[in-house]
């Protein structure tokens, strides 16, 4: 009876391992048909629609309070681009839009200084006449009050440089009026952080 069981699978068995055995040596093989070339693209894009000349994004800061001596104070600061101003020429050789500074402050809801800025501004602080000629008013911010004022930073920069710069002082008096403005040095930036 064994024997006979042995006969009768056999075909059985040949029958199935045949293709499976074929099924594997095809699928282990290595293909000879040759990949279609893929046609390139020679197209080319512009990386960027030149639109005018570049400038920054038109900016409010949040409102800065503060509380001295009884009083409160809030500082507003708006900075914008400006056409009407003459035009930088940034790292790239293209025309670069300078910026108006917007300064408000009030006094317990009253208006004590409002005064718009441009980097003329700063010109008797700077270097030299042609150096400010390759900056921006890159913005300004307040700082601080205390005795002497109402203290803001500024910074004059080149186009798209947010690190770099001149840095400025500006010090408005505590009942309003004109400012003064420092150009801050690494001496007298060592002084404040003393303060």
């Known amino acids: 009876m064994k024997k006979r069981l042995i006969f009768t699978y056999r075909p059985l068995f040949y029958s199935l391992t045949i293709p499976f055995a074929a099924l594997i040596i095809t699928a282990c093989g290595k293909s000879t048909t040759v990949p279609k070339a893929e046609a390139t693209d020679t197209t080319r894009y512009a990386l960027a629609q030149e639109t005018g000349p570049g400038h920054d994004e038109a900016r409010s800061l949040p409102p800065a309070e503060a509380e001295y001596a009884g009083k409160h104070y809030v500082m507003n600061v708006n900075i914008t681009p400006c056409d009407s101003l003459p035009m930088v020429t940034d790292d790239f050789g293209d025309p670069f839009q300078d910026n108006i500074v917007e300064c408000q402050i009030t006094l317990d809801g ?38 002497q004022g109402i203290h803001f930073g500024g910074v004059l920069n080149r186009p798209y440089d947010i690190e770099g710069g001149v840095r400025f002082r500006i010090t408005f008096p505590l009942k309003g009026g004109k400012p003064a403005i420092v150009r801050k040095t690494a001496n007298n930036i060592d002084e404040e952080e003393m303060e």
């Open 110 to 147: 009253n208006s004590i200084a409002h005064q718009r800025f441009t980097k003329a501004d700063f010109a008797d602080a700077v270097i030299t006449a042609d150096h400010i000629e390759e900056l921006i008013l890159g913005g300004m911010a307040f700082d601080k009050i205390d005795a």
